[in-house]
C-alpha cells in the first residue's frame, strides 16, 4: 500500500518492547506513530488530529490510559478518533471501566500480535467509511465541489476565527445570469454541464488554500475568502467574473448574451462579523444590485 494511502495508528505505551512490536506488527499496512506517556501523546494530538486509531495502554507513569482518553474525548479535534485500550489490567472490571469511558476496544497483555492486527483493521475499516460518508456528506452531487452543508461549516469557522485574529473575512456570491432562459432554450442536461464546468474553473480560480468556493444552490456559488480584505476580495470576484465569460459559453437566450456571464455580489466584514445570516444577507444584497446594474458584473 502506497505511503500516502496509509491510515495512521498512534502507539501510546510506556515500554519500549511494547511499541517495538506492536509497530512491527502494524507498520506493514499502516503509518505507526510512537508515544511513550500520555504527556506526548497528547503534545501529538494537539499538532497533528489527522490520527485514525489510538492503541493506548493503561499503566504508565505519571498521567495513566484512562486520563489521556478522558482529555481525547474533552477536545472537539480529536473526541471522534477510536481508541483501543491494549493493557495488562485483564478483570472484566478493568474492562467494562475502560469500555465505559468510551473506548472502542480493550485488549488484554500479553497481546496475540495477529488478534491486535485483526482488532485495529476491523476497526479502521469502519474509520475509512466514515471519511467517506463524511466527504460525500459535503459535497454537491452534480458539481463534486462543497455543498452547502460544508459551506455553512466554514463559515461559522471562519466567523469564530476572524473574530479571534481581527483578520478580515471576504464573502462572495454568484448566481449565473438569466439561466432559465438558458435551460429553456437548450435544456435541462446542458445546462448541468454548465453548472459543472462553471464548478471546476471557479475552483480554479481560488488563490490559497484557505479559499473556498461551495455551490449555495441551484445556480448560485459562495466564495470564502479568510483574511482577504476588499481588495483582494474584489480581485478573486473579478478574476472569476472574467474567468466565466473567456470560457465563450453560448447563452443566445441570455439578454446580455451572447456567452454565459455571472454577475458577483460581495461583502468584507472586519470585526463586524457578528453572524453568518447576517453576512448572507449582505453578500445577496450586493448580487442584487449587480444584477440591477446590467449583470455581468461585481459589486462590492
Ligand atoms: P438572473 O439573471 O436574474 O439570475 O436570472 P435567472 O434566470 O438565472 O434566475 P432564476 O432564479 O429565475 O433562475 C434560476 C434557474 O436556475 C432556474 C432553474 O431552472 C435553474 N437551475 C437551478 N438548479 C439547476 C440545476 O441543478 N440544473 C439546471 N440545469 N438548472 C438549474
Ligand atoms: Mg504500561
Ligand atoms: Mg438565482
Ligand atoms: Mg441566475
Not at 466565466?244 to 472586519?270: K, R
Amino acid at each position: 500500500m502506497r505511503g500516502e494511502n496509509k491510515q495512521r495508528v498512534l502507539v501510546v505505551d510506556d515500554e519500549r518492547v511494547n511499541r517495538t512490536v506492536l509497530s512491527a506488527v502494524l507498520k506493514d499496512e499502516n503509518q505507526v506513530i510512537l508515544a511513550k506517556n500520555g504527556e506526548q501523546a497528547l503534545e501529538r494530538l494537539a499538532i497533528d488530529a489527522e490520527i485514525d486509531l489510538i492503541l493506548l495502554d493503561v499503566l504508565m507513569p505519571d498521567m495513566d490510559g484512562y486520563e489521556v482518553l478522558r482529555r481525547i474525548k474533552a477536545n472537539d479535534a480529536t473526541k471522534d478518533i477510536p481508541v483501543i485500550f491494549i493493557t495488562a489490567l485483564n478483570t472484566m472490571g478493568d474492562e467494562e471501566h475502560g469500555l465505559n469511558l468510551g473506548a472502542c476496544d480493550y485488549i488484554g497483555k500479553p497481546f496475540s500480535p495477529a488478534i491486535v492486527k485483526a482488532r485495529v483493521s476491523n476497526l479502521l475499516r469502519f474509520v475509512r467509511q466514515r471519511k467517506l460518508l463524511e466527504t460525500l456528506a459535503g459535497r454537491d452531487g452534480l458539481t463534486e465541489i462543497p455543498n452547502r452543508r460544508a459551506f455553512d461549516t466554514a463559515l461559522e469557522q471562519e466567523i469564530g476565527r476572524s473574530q479571534r485574529s481581527g483578520q478580515p473575512v471576504s464573502l462572495a456570491m454568484l448566481d449565473i445570469d438569466y439561466f432559465k432562459q438558458f435551460n429553456d432554450h437548450y435544456g435541462h442536461a446542458q445546462g448541468d454541464e454548465v453548472l459543472k464546468a462553471v464548478a471546476r474553473v471557479l475552483t480554479g480560480a481560488l488563490r490559497r488554500p484557505a479559499d473556498m468556493v461551495a455551490r449555495y444552490g441551484g445556480e448560485e456559488f459562495v466564495f470564502i475568502l479568510p483574511d482577504t480584505d476588499v481588495r483582494g476580495g474584489l480581485e478573486v470576484a473579478e478574476a472569476a467574473r472574467q474567468v466565466i465569460e473567456s470560457m465563450a459559453i453560448p447563452h443566445a437566450a441570455s439578454a446580455i448574451g451572447p456567452h454565459v456571464s455571472v454577475s458577483i455580489g460581495g461583502v468584507t466584514a472586519i470585526g463586524d462579523v457578528s453572524h453568518a445570516p447576517g453576512l448572507l444577507r449582505r453578500a445577496d444584497e450586493q448580487l442584487y444590485k449587480a444584477k440591477q446594474k446590467g449583470r455581468n458584473r461585481v459589486h462590492w
